[in-house]
């Protein structure tokens, strides 16, 4: 049977959102008239009682918890205040919520195990300035309605500060992208085993779009607070991925690209404009973190690629980058073996192990379980798990914080287009305007969470819900 429990929990949580209603989650303002904090998570939690309270019944009891409100309160407290309005709203204890958040934390790190992103600035470029992203997650999360061909997109006004688009669930999970000075952030997650108390990863980034306009600005704020990483004591169900690389640009064409754990921080400013990060570190010792290299853990061979073969192809294009240029790298689809140094076990010519920055799922690991399959090296739960669990890129985009623009693709950027999103009018500041598409699917958002809520419906998807649930933890059991 299947040991990974952290899997199994993932899984859960899926399935428990595939078949949650909407209630209107999507483009749009996270509170309005609240004078207060506490107010602002309270409004939040009656908006979308029944979709919070769902999802945070998937988590389980983390010790964590008291400790990461007693960080919340002393380094940012309007947060604390915001938490307190929305376990109030949905009825539940503060301990409770604070468990959910860091799980929620952990499934997001996780999941964001094989991103890509890099960022060109002047004089790297035809004088724009770009960051950008392919979200590596697992497949499950294409078929949510909420994030399957646009993204769950917020505009987060905190009280005190700067506004700024929230990619995630208001209040309860989200990661600022880009605030109305200009500020960008996009991140990948890194396995590490320096482990201690702190703000959470979604917590620092916040904290930094709230009150910063600058990319070094953004950065001090990672260096200057206590920073959460599980450790190897933690549970599965706390993932190990809960420290994130950062890379922030901002619109005067700088670059912060951040690496840390609880103990450790550094951050590049990028090379000649360029810059380029995966799911290792370059500037931190990976023997001091524990961040496990090709040689240590076959596995990291595929991110190591990706690495390389960005840095290869942003150093390769440098002085005539435009957004063409970053559109096509983030379509790269090449498998380029890594040097022998950093490779000595050649990992990086099997195909078990490679990545390309447009990371295809479909085309490595289905194969690769088939094969095994076939050769019962694994039985039909192991490979349903397999599938199950199989990830690639399923959204991409890059920001112009100089322009307020993101262009945001729904999959595979070397199969699917870029949607151009005007931010401007959105954070209520300069920049490009234009016809937002995204109108669009608020319309037909809503239309589907309207279909959900039929009594017919709703009734059907609770019975194939608990019935995926029960499979699942069926699975699970030893």
């Known amino acids: 049977m299947v040991e990974n429990r952290l899997k199994i929990g993932f899984s859960i949580f899926i399935a428990t959102a595939l078949l949650l209603p909407l209630q209107g989650l999507s483009l749009g303002a996270e509170s309005s008239g609240t004078s207060t904090d506490y107010q602002y998570g309270f409004q939040i ?6 979709l919070y309270r769902d999802v945070i019944e998937q988590a389980p009891e983390i010790d964590a918890a008291s400790t990461y409100g ?28 604070l468990e959910a958040r860091i799980y929620l934390a952990g499934v997001l790190g996780k999941s964001l195990g094989a991103c890509t992103v890099v960022a060109a600035a002047p004089p790297a470029t035809d004088g724009g300035i770009y960051s950008a992203w392919t979200m590596d997650l697992y497949y499950l999360l294409k078929l949510l309605p909420i994030g399957g061909w646009f993204p769950l997109f917020t505009v987060t006004k905190p009280l005190k500060g700067y506004r700024y688009l929230t ?14 000075k200009g500020l960008s952030c996009v991140v990948n997650a890194v396995p590490v085993a320096d482990g201690g108390d702190g703000l959470l990863h979604m917590d620092l980034i916040n904290l930094a779009m709230e009150s910063c306009s600058n990319a070094e600005g953004a950065a001090g704020v990672i260096r200057d607070n206590p920073r ?34 609880h103990n450790y921080f550094a951050f590049g400013k990028g090379e000649g404009g360029v810059s380029a990060q995966t799911n290792i570190h370059q500037f931190l010792d990976p023997a001091l973190t ?17 690495l390389y073969r960005a840095w290869d192809l942003m150093r390769q294009n440098c ?75 399923c959204w991409s985009v890059i920001i112009e914080p100089d322009d307020m623009m993101m262009h945001w693709c729904p999959g595979h950027p070397d199969l699917l287009p870029y949607i151009p999103i005007y931010c401007a009018d959105l954070l209520d500041t300069g920049g490009a305007r234009g016809t937002n598409p995204l109108t669009l699917y608020v319309r037909v958002t809503r239309l589907v969470g309207s279909l959900l809520n039929l009594p017919v419906v709703s009734t059907l998807a609770a019975v194939v819900h608990d019935l995926i649930v029960e499979i699942l933890k069926w699975i699970g059991t030893p």
């Not at 420290?243 to 690496?259: K, M, P, R, T, Y």
């Open 45 to 50: 939690g009656e908006e979308n009682r029944d």
């Open 70 to 97: 007693n960080s919340l309160a002393r380094y940012y407290p309007s947060l604390l205040e915001r938490l307190r309005g929305l376990a109030d709203s949905l009825d539940l204890e503060m301990d409770r919520l």
């Open 167 to 180: 990619f995630g669930l208001p209040v309860l999970a989200g990661i600022g992208m880009l605030n109305e």
């Open 228 to 261: 959460f990483s599980p450790g190897p004591e933690a549970s599965e169900l706390v993932s190990q991925f809960l420290a994130l690389n950062i890379q922030f640009v901002d619109a005067g064409g700088g670059i912060a690209a951040v690496e840390y754990t």
């Open 290 to 306: 524990e961040c496990p290299t090709p040689k240590e853990m076959p596995a990291m061979t595929g991110t190591t690629m990706r």
């Open 319 to 393: 002085g005539d980058i435009d957004l063409e240029t970053i559109k096509s790298i983030m379509s790269d689809r090449e498998f380029v073996p890594l040097p022998e140094d950093v490779d000595p076990y050649r990992y990086s010519e099997d195909p078990r192990y490679q990545q390309s920055i447009s990371r295809d799922g479909w085309e490595t690991t289905l194969q690769i379980a088939i094969e095994d399959l076939k050769a019962g090296d694994i039985n039909i739960i192991e490979f349903l798990m397999a599938v199950l669990m199989m990830g690639g890129t």
